[in-house]
């Protein structure tokens, strides 16, 4: 494999009336969905494209049928004015489209070097792999990018921000000439950003049209020269950013506009103290920390990527172990310290990851929402299905949640219906305190928004939430007050009057 083409212009000219690729009236159904209709997506080369739409819009099917993953069932595609037939990831990878999805696709015990080069390794002239040519080559691909990674390196050992960048150099020795970034910035810290919209910025400046997938709205406008925005698989509209404002483009995304995205109902948090939290350590992370949290009050914790932040969610609810200190609900000690005396007092979480520690998707709407609750229901030892499905009912009606039937099974939903199933189960059971660990991660604006209330709504009811997230918009958005971990301890807590964002970053930093 050579690595010849690290700028356009030390290899074939670009012609830069030519779109780098033009997708035409692209259709894609499944059984009983249209995944897309008559679909139309141009890309320039040197640009960076926005590609936004709602969950369930058709992001995902779009960018699989660039990658080969899918076959398009009408339309035509074509890479630099020739017309293309895209019917696999190798096709893909031929005309030079590299996908880099949300989970990166890369072998863990292989080094950086050996990932690169995948597909086909260097050889010498007996040939053997020529292991020099491929390290060498690597970082050579890693100046291109102005990037530094050791190509020794084993890639299960680098942080997401690094193993993204070796897909970044992996799509440069492929020679590609469109780079698909599918929401790279969703385990990334402020200052990995930053690195990665540099590294961005410098594809786009090597002449290759960059596709930038994400639900971020402050993102897209600060990297992207045009966004398109598809709707129930439709094309919607294709502007440069200049032309929208965060208003404009939250209503071509869900067809409506949205007053306030961080919507505020309720009054002042009370006096009463619902959680205490005092001198409370961890074996690993956690280092005394100490904090009161007010019913009727959202107290927002944010840091950068490994502050402690999951893991004091997860210690305050029981699940992590502590090593001293103690937390106290309504004045009542969490003890023994578990999960399940913490629901006993009325506390729960919604889980930073809610597939795999939150859901069990195989199973139906209202099995997932009642499982904190069974006993409720339960007569001699049986649970009485009509009330269960009662019960279940009237939360999927005050949510609002989206789905065919109680029936349906909850992995078949979106993000932001998950999302709401997991909050009816925990008010099924009765809180006092809810902890939720990054609650719109993987959400759409208009989930969002709705998510957003829900919180301000629980906070209202008289709950303490205590939220966990990564997004200072929601963080000022939200909070009534704001605490600011730095490597497992608390730095600071502040009002929502004076929070600003430079000083939570000073206090994050430390």
Known sequence: MSVDFLHPSEGAAIDGNVPALEL?????????????ENVDFTLEAGKIHALMGENGAGKSTLIKIMAGVYGKEAGTIRMRGR????????????????????????????????NIFLEGYPTGKMGSIDWKKIRADSAALFNRIGFNVDPAA??????????????????????????????????????????????IRRLAALGIAVVYVSHKLDEVFEIADTVTVLRDGRHISTKPIGEHTNDTLIQDMIGRRIDSLFPRQRGAAGSRIALSVEGLSTAKKLHD???????????????????????????????????????????????????????KLGIGLLTEDRKSEGLMGELPVYQNASLASLGAFARLGFVDKAREHRAVQDYVDRFRIKTPSLFQQV????????????IARWLMRGLKVIVVDEPTRGIDVGAKSEIFALIDRLAGEGLAVIMMTSEMPELL??????????????????????????????AAIG
């Open 477 to 506: 958005g939200l909070a009534d007050r704001i605490a600011v971990m730095c490597e497992g301890r608390l730095t600071v807590i502040m009002s929502r009057e004076e929070a600003t964002q430079e000083k939570i970053l000073n």
């Open 154 to 199: 084993r890639t299960g050992s680098l942080p997401v921000s690094q193993q993204q960048m070796v897909e970044i150099a992996r799509a440069l020795a492929h020679e590609a000439r469109v780079v698909v970034m599918d929401e790279p910035t969703s385990s990334l810290t402020p200052n990995e950003v930053s690195l990665l919209f540099t590294v």
């Open 24 to 36: 035409r009236g692209i259709d894609k159904r499944f059984p009983g969905v249209v995944a897309l």
């Open 289 to 343: 920390v100490s904090f009161e949290a007010r019913a009727g009050e959202v107290l927002g914790f944010f840091g950068l990527m490994g502050a402690g932040r999951t893991e004091l969610a997860k210690a305050i609810v029981g699940y992590d172990p502590i090593t001293s200190g103690t937390i106290t609900v309504d004045g009542i000690r969490l003890a023994p310290h578990d999960t399940r005396t913490g629901v």
């Open 411 to 422: 992995k078949n939903l979106s993000g932001g219906n998950q999302q709401k199933v997991l």
């Open 83 to 114: 017309e293309v037939d895209i019917k696999s990831p190798r096709d893909s990878l031929k005309e030079g489209i590299k996908v880099v999805f949300q989970e990166i696709a890369l072998i863990s015990e292989f080094t950086v070097a050996e």
